[in-house]
């Protein structure tokens, strides 16, 4: 076969690299996007942050093509409302005469939402310092300091004493019953229940700390003899084992729910995350309507004296800087217009939800929003993910507001958000005597013009973390 040339045309898409990049952006979130342009700011010199807050212009028909014009950084954007001045949003959660997103009254309007660790004691160091304030000799204060390291976060020692000897050395000569009195050292120690070896320990020792009554006796009898009967709430043989009346058993219950089973957990070390919302919704004029945040919206510009040099001294080695620091204003510019028309859709088809809670959900796909704004699907997936919204109502993922929905008699639909609400509401009014089951739910949804199968009620009350009707029962 000789070889030979032949001319073949097709069509295939290529990305360049500013739309590439305008992707990737579009898909961080609000504190992935401020680690990605600090990366930006400190590669480019012609870039930098604007003193104070630019408001995103629109954005003309031709972003794609033209010259990008930098502009000098504007004072406070004077669209929007002025905090307070409509129902919906309180003033305290604004500055006063602050701008539409912003959190925080402060004059400097300063605020990062950096995450702040607060300073706590560990449980480690409470009990040590309350240890070093006994009266017991050198051996035991170093035993039950050995006990404390080997607590976990909760307060429990997990580990048996009969491990705990074998693992000590030889030449200290510790046994089970040394390493027994260092227990109880540890167990008077606060917070009552540390140094517990089960759950059911736990709830002894609080007990036991606290001055003998009728109930705290009937109730120390429960935790210690019958607490698997009251964890599967089967009160009537617990009735009968204890010869207790209702009265009575009803308070030794309400007594060991008010007790601690974690009594460490309050020392354990914990990182505060907070959310920054893309998009703050208000309700102005009777209208709901969606702004930016602007704590979240990046101040960025070119570098003005950088860029009088470039226009002077053509084919520098910072033109191609100079590009690459308009492409991604442009594209963070892009991407918060991207976000505010998708929430404005969203707060257009959830104004139910705004006006009355989760029971008023409507069902909502990505595809409808996509349609409307004349969007590709994947890039609603792409806006909605880690994207938060703040309203009156809480801060929510812009993701939230999309999910499942089930069919009404009536030929519609009912969002999966509202039939969780209401059986969120269903279950809190509830007598407690008779508490509804999983197919009463469903009958009573069922009246309502909501077809939902037992099951199902069963899915969306676990996805509550809701106990089935046998643990909600009480007397």
Same mark, same amino acid.
């Given at each position: ?34 680690? !990605? ?26 972003? =794609?093509?033209?010259?990008?014009? *930098?502009? !000098? #950084? ?107 009195? =260092? ?79 974690? #009594? ?29 945040? =602007? ?64 029971? =008023?959900?409507? #069902? ?32 929510? !993922? ?63 009350? *676990? ?13």
């Amino acid at each position: 076969m000789k070889p030979s040339l032949t001319l073949k045309l097709t069509q295939h898409l290529a990305l360049t690299p500013q739309l590439q990049q305008s992707i990737r952006l579009l898909q961080l979130s609000t504190v992935e996007l401020e680690h !990605e342009l600090e990366k930006f700011l400190q590669e480019n010199p012609l870039l930098e942050r604007a003193e104070e807050y630019v408001q995103p212009p629109a954005l003309p028909d031709d972003r =794609a093509d033209g010259d990008f014009q *930098e502009s !000098e #950084p504007s004072a406070e954007p004077s669209s929007g409302p002025v905090a307070g001045d409509d129902d919906g949003w309180p003033d305290e959660h604004f500055g006063s005469g602050g701008s539409a997103g912003s959190f925080d009254g402060d004059d400097d309007g300063d605020n990062d939402y950096q995450d702040v660790q607060a300073a706590t004691v560990s449980l480690r160091d409470h009990l040590l310092w309350q240890l070093a304030l006994t009266s017991i000799s050198e051996r035991d204060r170093a035993l039950v300091g050995y006990l404390i390291d080997a607590l976990d976060d909760d307060g429990y020692l997990s580990q048996p004493l009969e491990e705990i000897a074998q693992a000590m050395p030889d030449e200290l000569d510790v046994g089970l019953e040394d390493l027994q009195i =260092a227990l109880r050292y540890l167990q008077n120690l606060d917070p009552t229940g540390v140094g517990a070896r089960s759950a059911q320990e736990c709830l002894a020792l609080q007990l036991m700390a606290m001055p003998p009554t009728g109930t705290s006796s009937l109730a120390q009898e429960i935790v210690l003899q019958h607490l698997d009967l009251l964890a599967s709430h089967d009160f009537a043989r617990l009735k009968k084992q204890t010869g207790a009346d209702d009265e009575a058993l009803r308070a030794a219950h309400l007594l060991i729910c008010s007790l601690n089973p974690r #009594p460490g957990a309050a020392y354990a070390s914990t990182e505060t995350r907070y959310i920054v919302p893309d998009v703050v919704v208000r309700k102005v004029r009777g209208q709901w309507s969606a702004s930016v945040n =602007a704590d979240a919206f990046p101040r960025l510009r070119i570098n003005s004296l950088y860029a009088q040099i470039l226009s002077r001294q053509r084919g520098s080695g910072l033109s191609v800087q100079l590009q690459e620091a308009r492409w991604l204003i442009r594209n963070v510019q892009q991407r918060f217009d991207t976000i505010l028309r998708v929430a404005q859709a969203i707060v257009e088809r959830q104004r139910q939800f705004l006006e009355h809670g989760e029971v =008023a959900m409507r #069902p909502l796909v990505l595809r409808e929003i996509a349609e409307t704004l004349g969007l590709h699907e994947s890039t609603i997936s792409r806006v909605t993910t880690q994207k938060y919204m703040a309203t009156p109502r809480g801060i929510f !993922e812009l993701k939230y507001f999309f999910g499942s929905h089930v069919g009404t008699e009536t030929g519609g639909a009912c969002s999966a958000t509202a039939i969780r609400a209401l059986i969120k509401q269903m279950i809190a009014t509830e007598e407690p005597t008779k508490p509804l089951s999983d197919g009463q739910i469903s009958e009573v949804l069922g009246q309502q013009g909501i077809v939902v199968a037992r099951r199902t009620i069963a899915k969306y009350r *676990e996805s509550l973390n809701i106990p089935p009707v046998s643990l909600r029962k009480s007397i």
